[in-house]
């Protein structure tokens, strides 16, 4: 989910605009209903339906794990971070603009912090950061809209793949357990459980190890590539080849960029 928020500012850019409005009434519409999701499941597994009286005890075994709410509850981090990155996004795309069109030398190194950048927009833009809250809270309370509705589902599919999995019995016996005072402080710890320290932790070390697996590899990809033929351009390729381009993209040589 790392790239999403970047990918969900740079949709909404061109929202801001030059002069700094944002057409807030576009952003302000209810979210459409949410279609029920039709699912495939993988060749091999259970296609027929699930035994009455297994999915019962799996959909109240489904109920104590994920309560109402709770699934925006797990979620809720990630919605921040996403908001956070948007935002961050948006200023980083603010001051890249400043400095294109600014008198500034291209070979000038400008480094400042966030707070320092966003004092900037500010002086160009007095409501920028007003303008910032207002994208990023929408895109929150939408993220949060679309959590709260597909709760009822993630729970039903939680319940048939409990049903797909185990026996009635078994069913019975997680049942049991949850409602002992062990299994009631489980439920409880739950939903922190994912969010303390010591995996949040362990989460950034492993994101930190695989930010550099691209940068510590390009010497090897270079290495492995290097008896490939080189990268044509478009100028490189004949006219049959220009021509099975255009049929695949979809494109006309009328349409089509030469460079």
């Given at each position: ?95 890249r603009d ?20 966003t004092k ?140």
């Amino acid at each position: 989910m790392r790239g999403w928020h970047l990918a969900l500012a740079a949709a909404l850019l061109p929202l801001v605009g030059a002069a700094g409005a944002v057409p807030v009434t576009s952003l302000a519409a209810a979210p459409a209903p949410i279609d029920p999701l039709v699912v495939t499941p993988p060749r091999g597994t259970r296609t027929s339906p699930v035994d009455p009286a297994r999915l019962t005890a799996a959909s109240e075994v489904a109920a104590l794990l994920m309560p109402v709410g709770s699934l925006r509850q797990a979620l809720q981090p990630n919605i921040d971070r996403m908001s956070g990155g948007a935002r961050n996004a948006m200023l980083n795309t603010a001051m890249r603009d400043f400095v294109r069109y600014a008198a500034i030398k291209p070979s000038a190194q400008i480094r400042i912090d966030e707070a320092t950048a966003t004092k900037a927009m500010t002086a160009m833009d007095p409501a920028f950061g007003q303008r910032q809250a207002i994208i990023t809270d929408m895109i929150a309370t939408r993220i949060g809209a679309i959590i709260d509705a597909h709760d009822p589902l993630a729970r039903a599919s939680l319940g048939v793949a409990l049903a797909n999995r185990l026996s009635v019995a078994d069913l019975t016996a997680l049942l049991a357990f949850l409602r002992t005072p062990a299994g009631a402080a489980y439920l409880e710890a739950q939903p922190l459980i994912g969010r303390d320290p010591a995996n949040v932790e362990s989460s950034k070390v492993l994101m930190t190890r695989l930010d550099g697996v691209v940068p510590g590899a390009i010497k090897d990809i270079i290495a492995a590539t290097a008896d490939l033929p080189k990268v044509r351009r478009y100028v490189d390729l004949k006219e049959g080849e220009k021509a099975q381009v255009y049929k695949l993209i979809g494109a006309t040589p009328a349409s089509a960029t030469s460079r």
